[in-house]
C-alpha cells in the first residue's frame, strides 16, 4: 500500500495554492523532499476537526475518510485501501503531535489482517 500511497503528493508550490500557510505543508514534510502526500494532510485535518467520531469513518455520506479511501466509489474499501487508510491517519496525527518515529507500516498490516481475515 506504500506504493499506492506515493502516488498523491503535492508540492509546497501546489499546497499554498490552497492552503497559503508554509507552516503546515512543513509539518508534514518530515523528510525536507518538498513533497507530501494529500491523503496524509487530509485525513489530519478530517482527525483533529469537529466532525463527529461516527462520521470520520461510518459508511455513510459524512463518512469523510471512508470515502477518501473508497477509491472506486463502491462503498467499500479493500484491506490494502484500510490498510493506507489506517496508515495515513496514524502517520498524520503522529505529525501534527510531533512524534519523531514513523509509523511501522508492518504493524499496521498486522492490525488490519488481525481484525479482517
Known sequence: FCNLSSDFG?????FTQIIPDEAVFDLFDTEAGGVVQVTEILAGLVMFSEISPD???QCN???VLFNLFDFNSQETISRTDLQLLCYTALSSVSKVLGHSEEVDTSEVCQVVANYFH
Not at 503535492?10 to 501546489?14: A, S
Request: net charge positive; glycine share 0%.
Open 10 to 14: 503535492i508540492t509546497k508550490q501546489e
Open 55 to 57: 462520521d470520520k469513518v
Open 61 to 63: 455520506r459524512y463518512a
